[in-house]
């Protein structure tokens, strides 16, 4: 394959776009196979890409019948009835390969084919002069961000989900596509692939990430004998702050998976120290502050996205709002967000909770001395959502107690 292809597909990844395309590799035993090939940038939470994920479709069968048929059609030879049925073969050989649906601007369904009942597990009758969004085909917010770029005579592609009459979940690599006549939008066009199975590899690879880091959390906190009840609170506080913030789902599930991990950097932290019943000595209170930097350093060079957020959250947790925090006396928003809501977290259980080295505060004392460290320790805005939200918190506390 002519390298300028290749050029083309990297400078277009490496921007952070999508590329679409088709390659032609060469298998061990130096056949040829050709793939329709989808390559994503993945980014982590500043933006960087971090990873590339393809999903590929083998078309080696579908191209030498393409190439097979043009080469058929340019002979004039044939009639076109041969012609007609030469296309009809084609045709018929792509339907196989892919799911088909075609759709009118309300959504009604004009055309489905045998590949995509299968996906959906419903009869013909059951898909044909239905809506789309009815049938679970699509849901309505997909709908309409299709039918937008469609409407201006732009193609969509996506995964997007679907749910068939059996209540399950499937996942299709689709691409919309608009029909046109006299410049009006007639038809939507869908071809679709089921990547069901590749969606569900990463979702549990997603699923054991985040097992991971709540275990090694808990036992983190085990060893200055915390629970893992603890972690779970921190997750769920976390998780509320960010979204009274107005930090998106995306972001606010992030962090609750990653806050668990905040106080991992203490295995590295002696027991005489992490179970001492009385002050530390000012020795031992520099050591004690060394997790932060234990805890990043143990995480930081994992490339996944929830692993650079727990590292984020291990290093910067004990900063302060007024940069008299530590590691790196930080101020205000030289500290990440995800760093000042997980210091409200973490110290509102920690004063709550009874430790070796002391026993667990009223709320009235722990509300005052929020008000006292608004500005201070922590961001006024946090502060204030924290306060006039309590209640809320409280229920999280005391349904994980």
Not at 27 to 34: A, G, L, P, S, V
Not at 41 to 55: C, H, T, V
Not at 253 to 265: F, W
Not at 347 to 352: M, N, P, T, Y
Request: glycine share 4%; hydrophobic share 35%.
């Amino acid at each position: 394959m002519a390298k300028e292809n290749f050029k083309n597909m990297w400078a277009m990844i490496q921007q952070g776009k999508i590329w679409q395309g088709k390659i032609t590799n060469k298998k061990k035993n130096d056949e040829r196979y050709t793939v329709n090939s989808t390559i994503i940038p993945l980014k982590n939470e500043y933006g960087n890409i971090i990873e590339y994920m393809a999903i590929r479709f083998d078309i080696t069968e579908l191209e030498a019948y393409r190439e097979l048929l043009e080469h058929r059609l340019s002979n004039t030879n044939h009639d076109l009835k041969h012609h007609i049925a030469l296309v009809t073969q084609y045709q018929n050989a792509i339907e196989k390969a892919s799911a088909f649906c075609r759709f009118n601007p309300d959504g009604v369904i004009t055309y489905v084919n045998e590949t995509m009942c299968l996906i959906s597990q419903c009869e013909e009758s059951e898909l044909l002069h239905q809506n789309v969004v009815a049938s679970n085909l699509i849901t309505e917010k997909t709908f309409q961000t299709i039918f937008a770029e469609v409407n201006q005579g732009k193609t969509w592609k996506g995964v997007i989900e679907c749910n068939h009459k059996k209540d399950i979940k499937c996942f299709l690599d689709a691409t919309f596509s608009p029909i046109v006549e006299n410049e009006i939008l007639q038809e939507i066009m869908c071809i679709s692939h089921d990547i069901t199975p590749i969606y569900n590899l990463y979702k549990e690879i997603e699923d054991t990430q985040k097992e991971v880091i709540f275990t090694m959390g808990a036992i983190g906190e085990s060893r200055s004998k915390e629970t893992g009840h603890h972690v779970k609170r921190v997750a769920e506080y976390s998780k509320l702050l960010a979204t009274l913030y107005g930090l998106n789902a995306e972001e606010a599930e992030l962090l609750k998976q990653a806050s668990p991990m905040h106080d991992i950097g203490k295995i590295g932290i002696s027991d005489d120290i992490l179970q001492k019943p009385a002050k530390l000595s000012d020795e031992e209170w520099k050591l004690m502050q060394t997790h932060t930097q234990l805890g990043y350093d143990m995480l930081k060079h994992s490339s996944r996205v929830i692993f650079k957020t727990a590292s984020l959250v291990a290093l910067q947790h004990h900063e302060k709002w007024d940069g008299t925090g530590y590691p790196n006396h930080l101020k205000e928003n030289e500290i990440h967000i995800y760093g000042r809501i997980t210091a409200i977290a973490d110290v509102f259980d920690a004063l709550g909770s009874e430790r070796c080295y002391k026993q667990a505060w009223e709320d009235e004392a722990i509300f005052e001395l929020f008000k006292q460290e608004r500005g201070k320790h922590f961001e006024p805005k946090l502060v204030d959502l924290f306060l006039d939200n309590i209640q809320d918190f409280i229920k999280i506390r005391e349904e994980l107690k």
